[in-house]
């Protein structure tokens, strides 16, 4: 069992900066794949951004490859997603997920086995 608190969510200004942080319980964090997928009002959940469980290799939905950054620290149990040059389209709940899958699609919500509460992020224009 793994559960997830994201924090570092809030209100920013167009072009500003956030950094979420997911902290993870458990022993078994580095074995598991880690994602961030959001959701919008009135909108389906979408996949933003993945990592696997090693940390070498990292996934980004287009809207944010090149703003948005993903890492992950093994010894403190924590991803974390930087995100700068902040648009009002990235308003949404942000949800951090673990996927504990050897094979398996990390862009895929399905394929993810424990998620976060999740936490606001507001960009005003």
């Known amino acids: 069992q793994v559960q997830l608190v994201e924090s570092g969510g809030g209100l920013v200004q167009t072009g500003g900066s956030l950094r979420l942080s997911c902290a993870a319980s458990?022993?078994?964090?580095?074995?598991?794949?880690m994602g961030w997928f959001r959701q919008a009002p009135g909108k389906e959940r979408e996949f933003v951004t993945a990592?696997?469980?090693?940390?070498?290799?990292?996934f980004y939905a287009d809207s944010v490859k090149g703003r948005f950054t993903i890492s992950r620290d093994n010894a403190k149990n924590t991803v974390y997603l930087q995100m700068n040059s902040l648009k009002p389209e990235d308003t949404a709940v942000y949800y951090c997920?673990?996927?504990?899958?050897?094979?398996?699609?990390?862009?895929?919500?399905?394929?993810?086995?424990?998620w976060g509460q999740g936490t606001q992020v507001t960009v005003s224009s």
């Open positions: 458990g022993r078994t964090f580095s074995r598991n794949g």
């Open positions: 990592i696997t469980r090693d940390g070498y290799t990292t």
């Open positions: 997920a673990a996927n504990s899958k050897y094979y398996t699609d990390l862009s895929e919500g399905r394929e993810y086995d424990y």
